[in-house]
T-cell receptor
Framework: GAVVSQHPSRVICKSGTSVKIECRSLDFQATTMFWYRQFPKQSLMLMATSNEGSKATYEQGVEKDKFLINHASLTLSTLTVTSAHPEDSSFYIC?????????????FGNGTRLTVT | DQQVKQNSPSLSVQEGRISILNCDYTNSMFDYFLWYKKYPAEGPTFLISISSIKDKNEDGRFTVFLNKSAKHLSLHIVPSQPGDSAVYFCAASARGGATNKLIFGTGTLLAVQP
């Protein structure tokens, strides 16, 4: 079945540094990937839609200059948290849908726990 | 504005009994609904979905019911097993939308007691 792989699973960084998170579709090509964020005991909030070969679409309230998204190939999207601050600490999850499978649901990676100290 | 709501943050059920998780939505454009199961520090895992042209979809122990007039859906798990203990999220999308993005509810923590 479709698998989405996310790396790293956990990262700790110092305030002011940048962190890159990778999301890969392992056995299908995804022209669109979605980045979500989950704060403790809260829902998954959509941050942005990553589009292969074009600019990402950001949800209202999400700073595009802070959360840089690059979807350079049909199997890889990256999210870079720039100049991270402690309030950026969260659980980031990417997802993608297999366009080759009818009615394919959204498949999620295992998430990245970001802690900014 | 929470378009998808799960009003019960937690639910405790005895093993072997039925678990019923509820979800309400406000956006009448939603026409595709899904349930996901999530363990801590992991991504959500797809369970079951339903299109708005149906009112019921069943897959093994899992059944999803949709009441469009009430903008309400529910997930029934029977019989419940201890391994079902997790957070359950309902999600909705308007498939006619350009990106088919999913909007998630706030989740319900299900605890199945042995």
């Amino acid at each position: 079945g479709a698998v989405v792989s996310q790396h790293p699973s956990r990262v700790i960084c110092k305030s002011g540094t940048s962190v890159k998170i990778e999301c890969r579709s392992l056995d299908f090509q995804a022209t669109t990937m979605f980045w979500y964020r989950q704060f403790p005991k809260q829902s998954l909030m959509l941050m942005a839609t990553s589009n292969e070969g074009s600019k990402a679409t950001y949800e209202q309230g999400v700073e595009k200059d802070k959360f840089l998204i690059n979807h350079a190939s049909l199997t890889l999207s990256t999210l870079t948290v720039t100049s991270a601050h402690p309030e950026d600490s969260s659980f980031y999850i990417c997802s993608a849908r297999d366009p080759g499978t009818r009615n394919s649901p959204l498949h999620f990676g295992n998430g990245t726990r970001l802690t900014v100290t | 504005d929470q378009q998808v709501k799960q009003n019960s943050p937690s639910l405790s059920v005895q093993e072997g009994r039925i678990s019923i998780l509820n979800c309400d939505y406000t956006n009448s454009m939603f026409d595709y609904f899904l349930w996901y199961k999530k363990y801590p520090a992991e991504g959500p895992t797809f369970l079951i979905s339903i299109s708005s042209i149906k009112d019921k979809n069943e897959d093994g122990r899992f059944t999803v019911f949709l009441n469009k007039s009430a903008k309400h859906l529910s997930l029934h798990i029977v019989p419940s097993q201890p391994g079902d203990s997790a957070v359950y999220f309902c999600a909705a999308s308007a498939r006619g939308g350009a990106t088919n993005k999913l909007i998630f509810g706030t989740g319900t923590l299900l605890a199945v007691q042995p």
